[in-house]
């Protein structure tokens, strides 16, 4: 087993112990009668919204590939999403730690370059921290104005979202504005650690420093081509959007099933602030998410504390594992996970 596989072996170690440490902190029996008060009825209804989220995100890649003139189908795109999908829960730091590989299956499924693949992933996942801002700050709006008192932890989620509030537009101005100093940046960076590997590696040429400029020239050309297309990214960050609502709803139905359904601005709120969880150095945040939107809800809300956690997992059970399982089978086909 190699350094990468060892990796997201102690990644899901370390998840398991946190989800295991949440569990007990909450009581387990407690947990346990919570799930025997599920719904059946609700499950499938939660399965088939997070079927919708995936096709509504992969309809924005499909989107942005289009712009990148390496168009797919609809199921092909909703295909090589759930793919990324797969790539981002099972490497530590999520999607940072699996936009390679993301790339790498993009590669396989449009048979254009790398960094083509590469950009348009790097593209989506800008995107969906658009509607992220106007739903957490939707969120949060209705939360002052109701009778929730600002404790520490609605206080971590107002800093949360300004984060996500002023970061965002911020980041990507200034990604705009000195976009040809940070391309040529990264080009005298990232040159001779290219060159030095391929000295390195057995049966490999290394490659030239034009080689690396043009390749990383390539990837920023993409970048560049999507962020001056105004169609596009409304069209992505509409897909996107949808895609957000879609998730959210996703948490409302699951506590829904439990019978103890919360007002839907509570999941506006909850659900972007806990995918900041994600960053964390867990598969796809596993442990870490359920963590953040648990406390946030028991804080929002009446809801016991195990009737919260139960809720979040069925959640995760329908927006992580379902389509973690689903990109595996795709990843296998592409052959992407010789990669990981």
């Not at 997201?8 to 902190?25: D, I, K, M, N, Y």
């Not at 993009?106 to 960094?115: F, K, S, W």
């Not at 990264?186 to 040429?205: C, D, E, H, S």
């Amino acid at each position: 087993m190699d350094g990468g596989r060892w990796a997201t072996l102690a990644g899901f170690v370390g998840a398991a112990l946190v989800l295991a440490a949440l569990v007990w902190v909450v009581g387990i029996d407690g947990v346990i009668d919570a799930v025997r008060d599920i719904r059946p009825a609700y499950l499938l209804a939660i399965l088939g919204v997070a079927a919708c989220w995936l096709v509504l995100w992969g309809l924005a890649l499909r989107t942005v590939l289009a712009a990148l003139d390496a168009p797919v189908s609809v199921p092909m795109g909703t295909l090589v999403f759930a793919g990324a999908v797969f790539a981002n829960n099972v490497t530590p730091f999520g999607q940072a730690g699996g936009e390679p590989v993301s790339a790498y299956l993009i590669l396989r499924a449009t048979d254009r370059e790398y960094e083509t693949g590469l950009a348009a992933i790097a593209s989506v996942d800008a995107i969906h921290f658009v509607p992220t801002v106007a739903f957490a700050v939707t969120g949060l709006t209705f939360a002052l104005a109701s009778t929730v008192q600002l404790g520490q932890d609605l206080r971590f989620a107002a800093v949360a979202v300004a984060v996500l509030a002023v970061g965002t537009p911020l980041a990507a101005y200034l990604g705009w504005r000195y976009r040809f100093e940070l391309e040529a940046g990264v080009v005298r960076t990232a040159t001779p650690v290219v060159r030095t590997f391929g000295r390195v590696i057995p049966k490999t040429t290394p490659p030239t420093a034009a080689d690396v400029a043009a390749r990383i020239e390539t990837f920023f050309d993409a970048i560049d081509r999507v962020a001056g297309d105004r169609a596009t990214l409304v069209t992505a960050v509409g897909f996107s959007g949808l895609g957000w609502l879609a998730m959210c709803t996703s948490l409302w139905l699951s506590l829904a099933a439990l019978g103890d359904p919360v007002p839907f601005w509570v999941v506006l709120l909850v659900v972007p602030v806990g995918a900041i969880a994600g960053i964390t150095p867990l598969p796809g945040g596993l442990g870490g998410v359920e963590t953040v939107i648990g406390v946030l809800l028991v804080s929002l809300t009446a809801l016991p504390p195990s009737v919260a956690l139960t809720g979040v997992l069925v959640h995760r059970g329908a927006t992580y594992v379902f389509p973690t399982v689903l990109g595996g089978g795709v990843a296998v086909a592409l052959g992407a996970t010789a990669r990981l």
